[in-house]
């Protein structure tokens, strides 16, 4: 399993709960996380990442706990994690970006230099690795900050709604990409877009309110459906 949620407890703020005692063994493979607005995917990712620490309880991959002394560095190192909001450095190329990034995660200037063109080829963006990333669309800057959660050979990679915004020849694109992504490591992806769920992903994990719903393979949502549990999740339409 890549990442483990054992009885995790974050609100905001005072008074206000995401999660109360959140369980959840993320399935191996490439998973789509799911579920309402407001229900907690991009603070689960949050927690996943390490940029949250739980209020209680733990997180961790292959029983590396991020926030035990000494470890934080590891984890983030074997965790990448793509937020929704990418926004260009000012004055770097694509290139340099990516770089910056991967020397954030530990990575030598050379080692991070070398592996930025390698992560920006992987997300179709090798010919604009010179391009500054305030003059590239919008599209394309998502593509960087997917090359930034790449270029230091993260073994999970988690991403919050990477189609976000883009449009639908855009988002197929993507697709592609994270279905390549996945095929050489753990993939959580926070989507929206629930077209072809089968053909992008392993599993699915679907939240409600401070609880899972389902996690499992795919077609188990097929029986969810027939009993009303998908209703209002944006996009969905009944198929999986």
Known sequence: MPISFQG?????????????????????????????????????LGLAASALRPGAGRVSYEGLDPFRRGNLARYRALVGWMPQGIR?????????????????????????????????????????????????????????GLAQTLVHDAEVVLLDEPTA????????????????????????????DTADLARTYDSVVLLGRDRVRYAGPVAGLGALAGLGALAGIPGFAGEV
């Not at 391009?131 to 590239?136: A, H, K, V, Y």
């Open 165 to 192: 915004g883009l449009d639908p020849e855009q988002r197929e694109k993507f697709r592609g990409i994270v279905a390549r992504i996945g095929e050489r490591g753990h993939l959580i992806v926070a989507t929206h």
């Open 8 to 44: 995790c407890a974050f609100g905001h703020r005072r008074g206000s709960r995401v999660f109360t005692r959140l369980d959840l063994d993320v399935p191996a493979g490439r998973t789509a996380l799911i579920g309402p607005n407001g229900c907690g995917k991009s603070t689960l």
């Open 88 to 144: 260009p450095l000012p004055g770097l190329t694509a290139r340099e970006q990516v770089g910056y990034a991967g020397w954030l995660k530990g990575m030598s200037r050379a080692d991070a230099w070398r592996r930025s063109l390698e992560a920006l080829e992987a997300v179709e963006l090798g010919p604009l690795a010179d391009t500054r990333c305030s003059e590239l669309s919008g599209g394309q800057l998502r593509r960087v």
